[in-house]
């Protein structure tokens, strides 16, 4: 079966991971969420008291880390040293932190060379802000997801209100638009569309949509690589 790497970048809250998961499961690819890597890093350094906004206490740190995935029951979850923490980092607090440390120059490097290992053999689907740019710049399809900052904020004020929480939209939006921000303008592998990924604004595309949209650019990237013969 030939395989390829699919690369999905894209907004915060725009539904990367959701449809870099269903695409991944829909075709039989391994699904990696890069951002959950540094959401498990940010949650290390709140936990162990360390100062985001001084880089190197956080580079001091990276030693001592080591970012997993496994497989359970409910699905693929993240491992911070061989602890399940994925309910831990879903949270507004520490995906504002994860941004941040995004921003740090060793810290990337770090997690990035971690992605492109997992990627040695394809066959994988990865979402994230830099994948397409600075991960995989050769991946065979590069997708770049995208929807108004209102809308993304909606989502995500639904999403913190199913969890039990009781968010504030305008400071949900805030959020979205200081991430946008930090993203878009760090020095270090800022959020861009590359030349050859495709742009997706999926602001009134319904699920159903959106997944056979993607499901469709894969399997016409391989009918154009390897003639339909996986």
Same mark, same amino acid.
């Given at each position: 079966?030939?395989?390829?790497?699919?690369?999905?970048?894209?907004?915060?809250?725009?539904?990367?991971?959701?449809?870099?998961?269903?695409?991944?499961?829909?075709?039989?690819?391994?699904?990696?969420?890069?951002?959950?890597?540094?959401?498990?890093?940010?949650?290390?350094?709140?936990?162990?008291?360390?100062?985001?906004?001084?880089?190197?206490?956080?580079?001091?740190?990276?030693?001592?880390?080591?970012?997993?995935?496994?497989?359970?029951?409910?699905?693929?979850?993240?491992?911070?040293?061989?602890?399940?923490?994925?309910?831990?980092?879903?949270?507004?607090?520490?995906?504002?932190?994860?941004?941040?440390?995004?921003?740090?120059?060793?810290?990337?490097?770090?997690?990035?060379?971690?992605?492109?290992?997992?990627?040695?053999?394809?066959?994988?689907?990865?979402?994230?802000?830099?994948?397409?740019?600075?991960?995989?710049?050769?991946?065979?399809?590069?997708?770049?997801?995208? #929807?108004?900052?209102?809308?993304?904020? &909606?989502?995500?004020?639904?999403?913190? %209100? @199913?969890?039990? !929480? +009781?968010?504030?939209? $305008?400071?949900?939006?805030?959020?979205?638009?200081?991430?946008?921000?930090?993203?878009?303008?760090?020095?270090?592998?800022?959020?861009?569309?590359?030349?050859? #990924?495709?742009?997706?604004?999926?602001? &009134?595309?319904?699920?159903?949509?959106? %997944? @056979?949209?993607? !499901? +469709?650019?894969?399997? $016409?990237?391989?009918?154009?690589?390897?003639?339909?013969?996986?």
């Amino acid at each position: 079966m030939k395989k390829i790497i699919i690369a999905i970048d894209g907004f915060s809250s725009c539904g990367k991971s959701t449809i870099a998961k269903q695409l991944a499961a829909q075709i039989g690819y391994t699904y990696i969420d890069t951002g959950a890597m540094y959401r498990a890093l940010a949650l290390f350094c709140q936990q162990h008291n360390v100062d985001v906004n001084q880089p190197q206490q956080v580079v001091q740190q990276l030693p001592h880390i080591s970012i997993a995935f496994t497989q359970t029951p409910q699905g693929q979850h993240v491992t911070l040293n061989n602890q399940d923490v994925e309910h831990l980092i879903r949270t507004l607090e520490i995906g504002n932190l994860a941004s941040q440390v995004s921003t740090i120059k060793q810290v990337r490097q770090f997690l990035v060379k971690q992605q492109q290992l997992m990627g040695q053999q394809k066959g994988i689907v990865m979402d994230g802000r830099d994948i397409g740019s600075v991960v995989f710049p050769n991946a065979e399809l590069k997708l770049f997801i995208t #929807a108004s900052d209102q809308v993304r904020a &909606n989502r995500r004020f639904l999403e913190l %209100q @199913q969890k039990g !929480l +009781n968010p504030n939209f $305008q400071d949900v939006l805030k959020d979205v638009q200081d991430r946008d921000f930090r993203d878009t303008h760090r020095q270090e592998s800022p959020l861009t569309q590359t030349p050859d #990924a495709i742009l997706i604004d999926n602001s &009134n595309l319904n699920m159903q949509q959106q %997944q @056979q949209l993607v !499901l +469709n650019l894969y399997n $016409q990237k391989i009918q154009q690589l390897y003639g339909g013969n996986r």
